[in-house]
Nanobody, 118 residues
Framework: QVQLQESGPGLVKPSQTLSLTCTVS??????????WNWIRQPPGKGLEWMGG???????YGSPSLKSRTSISRDTSKNQFSLQLNSVTPEDTAVYYC??????????WGQGTQVTVSS
């Protein structure tokens, strides 16, 4: 059974960089036909897909966030990571990592709260 677990600081100051890591167990992030994604949910709002990294290492992202977002991976640790630059309080959200395929997201992490505040 594939499991995902987000980790990272729960509090980030405005203008700094938010960094999160997703550790995957029960399956490899290099397995073909899957992509590994970051999604967030601000308080009182819906889910927002941020971007992802494919099994071949190619990345793709939401146009609205692409200029501030970087997604990478460490295949030796079976992890993938998110960096979001120049954060503001509007980036406060629960951040999720999830595995996706042609049909959608089929495995999710439990989510981690990140608050942007001075």
């Amino acid at each position: 059974q594939v499991q995902l677990q987000e980790s990272g600081p729960g509090l980030v100051k405005p203008s700094q960089t938010l960094s999160l890591t997703c550790t995957v167990s029960g399956g490899s992030i290099t397995t073909a036909n899957y992509a590994w994604n970051w999604i967030r949910q601000p308080p009182g709002k819906g889910l927002e897909w941020m971007g992802g990294i494919r099994s071949d290492g190619g990345t793709y992202g939401s146009p609205s966030l692409k200029s501030r977002t970087s997604i990478s991976r460490d295949t030796s640790k079976n992890q993938f990571s998110l960096q979001l630059n120049s954060v503001t309080p509007e980036d406060t959200a629960v951040y999720y990592c999830a595995r996706g395929d042609s049909w959608g997201m089929d495995h999710w992490g439990q989510g981690t709260q990140v608050t942007v505040s001075s």
